[in-house]
């Protein structure tokens, strides 16, 4: 259901603003949380930070909310710094994991508790309107104790919307909640945000919630952006290894460039030709990492007879997972290759049997021969 908030009995909601960060760095004692951070965030979008527990996705968040202060660095929202402000003062509201409702209190109430502290004669109409936004006007009366999960997500949200914050802040908002309702909301908050227009900052460790619902997807790691870009292009295209194993799987084979034709690398991967275009490699000669994603390659009892782009090693796993099956090749002198095969009614291998990988040159990505390969598998 979409709702129109200029037709409503509240002010509509305010448009989003720019955000941007210049040169942030966060400190604790001697551990340092953000390393000399630069965002620009544009107004209207909705923003992921995605990566793994301790990267500094939170603590950036946190100084965005003024809950924390940068030890170096400035915060500016719509061209307004705001790094001295404190929290109330702050055209931005969070949404916080755990909800963080008054168990008292309505969901009325709870919905315009903010709007009531700044004495806003309008506040129940606005509240009205927020819970109608989330689909959730028939449970006005209800204490939040007798909502769903999801249900009292939605209550969070529309209390931090109806406040007209140019910035909302989303901090791992779906991780309580069970993996149907998660794929509900996400689809929700997104058609929500392209409602109302706002510029939605997003914290997540859960890749498929961010590439589902984020227009841009910044990866970070150790305190640092490793890469910024529209999720289709981070996962076809991901420039190190952390990014590469971090957003889906990744194969990862250490190799040697020996020649280059037509814009093409020709690499020796363990006395096997692979070729890998020069435009999607990091880096175009010495040492390389060739990568591929499991899905791009495809699984056969027979030899092609290729003359790049085929290894043969022997299936040590198979796991069944509903519309595809995972199969695990041992390939000599390479490693442990991972391929998907869509369930078509036809198993092409079992354990123990030797088969052909194979995969158009393509699909293949270049990352710099240094780089550690097992950088961002999570443990």
């Known amino acids: 259901m979409s709702i129109n908030l200029e037709q409503s009995p509240a002010p509509s909601t305010t448009r989003g603003a720019d955000l941007q960060l210049a040169s942030v760095t966060k400190r604790f004692a001697d551990f340092v949380a953000v390393k000399d951070l630069d965002l620009l965030v544009p107004s209207g979008s909705f923003f992921a930070l995605l990566g793994p527990s301790g990267c500094g996705k939170s603590t950036t968040l946190r100084m965005i909310a003024g809950l924390d202060a940068p030890s170096e660095g400035s915060i500016s929202i719509g061209g307004q710094d705001v790094t001295a402000l404190p929290t109330h003062r702050r055209p931005v509201n969070t949404v916080f994991q755990s909800y963080a409702l008054f168990p008292h209190m309505s969901v009325l109430e709870n919905v315009a508790f903010g709007l009531k502290r700044k004495k806003d004669k309008d506040a129940l109409a606005k509240a ?7 689909q959730l006007s028939h449970l006005a009366n209800r204490k939040p104790a007798q909502l769903s999960g999801g249900q009292q997500q939605r209550v969070a949200l529309a209390r931090a919307l109806v406040n007209r914050p140019q910035v909302l802040l989303l901090d791992e908002p779906l991780g309580a909640l ?20 706002l510029t939605f900052i997003h914290v997540t460790h859960d890749q498929e919630e961010a590439m589902t619902m984020a227009d841009t997807v910044a990866v970070m790691n150790e305190g640092r952006i490793e890469q910024m870009g529209a999720p289709r292009d981070l996962y076809e295209l991901p420039r190190t290894a952390f990014v590469a194993n971090f957003l889906g799987k990744s194969n990862l084979m250490r190799g040697a460039v020996i020649g280059t034709s037509a814009g093409m690398l020709e690499v020796d991967v363990a006395g096997h030709r692979v070729l890998l275009p020069a435009a999607r490699a990091v880096q175009t000669s010495g040492q390389v990492v060739v990568g591929v994603r499991p899905e791009k390659i495809s ?12 290894l043969s090693g022997v299936v040590i796993d198979v796991s069944f997972t509903g519309s595809t099956t995972e199969y ?17 009614g036809q198993d092409p291998a ?3 049997q030797t088969v052909y990988l194979r995969w158009d040159a393509e699909y293949s990505f270049g990352l710099a021969g240094d780089e550690r390969i097992d950088a961002g598998v999570e443990q």
């Open 128 to 134: 009205k309107a927020g819970l109608e936004m989330v």
């Open 178 to 197: 069970d993996m149907k309702l998660r794929r509900q909301m996400q689809y929700e908050l997104k058609t929500i945000q392209t409602e109302v227009g």
């Open 299 to 310: 699984i056969s009892r027979t030899s092609a007879q290729a003359s790049h782009n085929e």
């Open 328 to 344: 695990l090749v041992e390939v000599p002198s390479v490693g442990t290759i991972g391929t998907f095969s869509q369930n078509r």
């Open 350 to 352: 079992a354990v123990g």
